[in-house]
């Protein structure tokens, strides 16, 4: 063993992260750098990235922390990493996501290769078909709260290579540079905006939520899209049920779900009779509501179908 460079990480690995991060753009982080400027000296900043992650001495720069803005007036935080941390972050994720991908559940749709929100949204469709009654989930500031010693307890899980977990370790604990130029070392949380925090996310909730459905409600249908969730089931009493226990799984695993914006809805036809008030729910940009519709062979019938949002 090289001591110098105790781990072995072939260098195609970082050209081909190099190319996935250029070809997905972005803006400059906290350094200043832009893609352009990176490549300006590429051989030798990339040469860098594979030295120090090779030697195990590779340290994050700060992430840059951005607010932006919503349709409803809100802001969402995002975070910027450095072009090279997100060279660095992209050659993790494309060594890891072949492995970790093979556990994922076939109703988990986002950030996977050969998945996407329209997916999700046709599964969404023909599964209220099925089910007259569905939890709109909305797990309260997810990315910010996500439990790190959880997280590395599912990692260690899957035995990653010793610097693949010294880079995740690392990332988690990267320090955040806020607008208003204060620091912050964060104990919980994964950025937006980060190459690698989709699937971490993805890792959590697979064990936090989805076996976790598939252990103790195998024969409800569901759909998740990173942290967006609905899950459809057969009655009132069963919603409120699994709602439940649900909420006091997701308080054991550090989360919490909004107490408002997480709803059951009813779209049953007499819905406006049997359910809580809630006949609606928006999905991956999608309202969800009863409407007309036209069969193909000629007519109107009355269905459960989405259509664009009117919060776009």
């Known amino acids: 063993m090289n001591k110098a460079k105790p781990y072995l990480i072939d260098k195609?690995?970082?050209?081909?992260?190099?190319?996935?991060?250029?070809?997905?753009?972005?803006?400059?982080?906290?350094?200043?750098?832009?893609?352009?400027?990176?490549?300006?000296?590429?051989?030798?900043?990339?040469?860098?990235?594979w030295n120090r992650l090779s030697s195990g001495c590779y340290m994050p720069p700060?992430?840059?922390?951005?607010?932006?803005?919503?349709?409803?007036?809100?802001?969402?935080?995002?975070?910027?990493?450095?072009?090279?941390?997100?060279?660095?972050?992209?050659?993790?994720?494309m060594i890891l996501e072949p492995q970790w991908d093979l556990l994922f559940s076939d109703s988990s749709f986002g950030y996977r290769p050969g998945k996407s929100a329209h997916d999700a949204v046709a599964q969404a469709k023909v599964n209220c078909?099925?089910?007259e009654w569905v939890i709109d989930l909305d797990i309260k500031g997810?990315?910010?709260?996500?439990?790190?010693?959880?997280?590395l307890k599912a990692v260690d899980h899957l035995h990653p290579a010793p610097w693949v977990r010294l880079c995740i370790v690392r990332w988690l604990k990267a320090e955040i540079i806020f607008p208003?130029?204060?620091?912050?070392?964060?104990e919980k949380g994964t950025p937006q905006g980060g190459v690698i925090s989709p699937l971490l996310?993805?890792?959590?909730?697979?064990?936090?939520?989805?076996?976790?459905?598939?252990?103790?409600y195998p024969n409800n249908a569901w759909e998740r899209y990173a942290d967006d969730s609905i899950i459809h089931c057969r009655s009132r009493w069963e919603a409120r049920l699994?709602?439940?226990?649900?909420?006091?799984?997701?308080?054991?695993?550090?989360?919490?779900?909004?107490?408002?914006?997480?709803?059951?809805?009813?779209?049953?036809?007499?819905?406006?009779?049997?359910?809580?008030g809630h006949?609606?729910?928006?999905?991956?940009?999608?309202?969800?509501?009863?409407?007309?519709?036209?069969k193909i062979a000629g007519g109107l019938f009355t269905g459960f179908l989405p259509t664009i949002s009117n919060k776009q």
């Open 242 to 276: 699994l709602l439940s226990q649900l909420r006091e799984r997701m308080k054991d695993c550090g989360l919490e779900l909004h107490p408002e914006q997480t709803r059951i809805v009813n779209y049953h036809p007499l819905a406006r009779r049997k359910s809580d």
């Open 129 to 131: 078909w099925k089910y």
């Open 142 to 151: 997810f990315f910010d709260n996500l439990d790190h010693a959880l997280l």
């Open 12 to 49: 195609t690995i970082i050209w081909r992260a190099w190319l996935a991060v250029k070809a997905n753009k972005g803006s400059a982080g906290v350094d200043g750098m832009t893609i352009e400027a990176f490549e300006h000296n590429l051989a030798r900043n990339l040469y860098k990235i």
């Open 62 to 93: 700060p992430v840059k922390r951005v607010d932006i803005p919503k349709s409803d007036g809100k802001t969402r935080p995002l975070g910027i990493p450095t072009v090279s941390d997100r060279i660095a972050q992209m050659a993790v994720k």
């Open 180 to 186: 208003d130029g204060h620091r912050h070392s964060p």
């Open 279 to 294: 006949y609606s729910f928006d999905f991956l940009g999608f309202t969800f509501r009863r409407r007309a519709a036209r």
């Open 201 to 216: 996310a993805n890792l959590f909730l697979h064990y936090t939520q989805d076996k976790w459905l598939e252990k103790h």
